[in-house]
């Protein structure tokens, strides 16, 4: 069993600047693939980020690419998401999420589906003004 606790959710402007923090109960953290997802008003959840167990392999949607960085420290039990050059589309509620087995992949398919992560943060809420 893992709980995340999602926080450093706010108000920005567009152009800004925020890094998102998910804390996780539990020993076997480092065991776990990490995904970041959001969901805007109105629309369906939906994937943003993903890292593996260790760290050294991520994977972004391409809206958020080139802007957004996902990362990890194990001893911490922490997953970060640092959002630069935010921009109104990006508002939404933003949660961390934790998948079995390590890896957010397996050969060329990549897993980006709500279904396929097994535990969940309540969300924290990032809003960009224009």
């Known amino acids: 069993q893992v709980q995340l606790v999602e926080s450093g959710g706010g108000l920005v402007q567009a152009g800004g600047s925020l890094r998102l923090s998910c804390a996780a109960s539990g020993r076997t953290f480092s065991s776990y693939a990490m995904g970041w997802f959001r969901q805007a008003p109105g629309k369906e959840r939906e994937f943003v980020a993903a890292?593996?167990?260790?760290?050294?392999?991520?994977y972004y949607v391409d809206s958020v690419k080139g802007r957004f960085t996902i990362s990890r420290d194990n001893a911490k039990n922490t997953v970060y998401l640092q959002m630069n050059s935010l921009k109104p589309e990006d508002t939404a509620v933003y949660y961390c999420?934790?998948?079995?087995?390590?890896?957010?992949?397996?050969?060329?398919?990549?897993?980006?589906?709500?279904?396929?992560?097994?535990?969940w943060g309540q969300g924290t809420q990032v809003t960009v003004s224009s």
């Open positions: 999420a934790a998948r079995r087995g390590g890896t957010y992949y397996r050969g060329s398919y990549y897993y980006t589906k709500n279904y396929e992560y097994d535990y």
């Open positions: 890292i593996d167990w260790s760290g050294s392999s991520t």
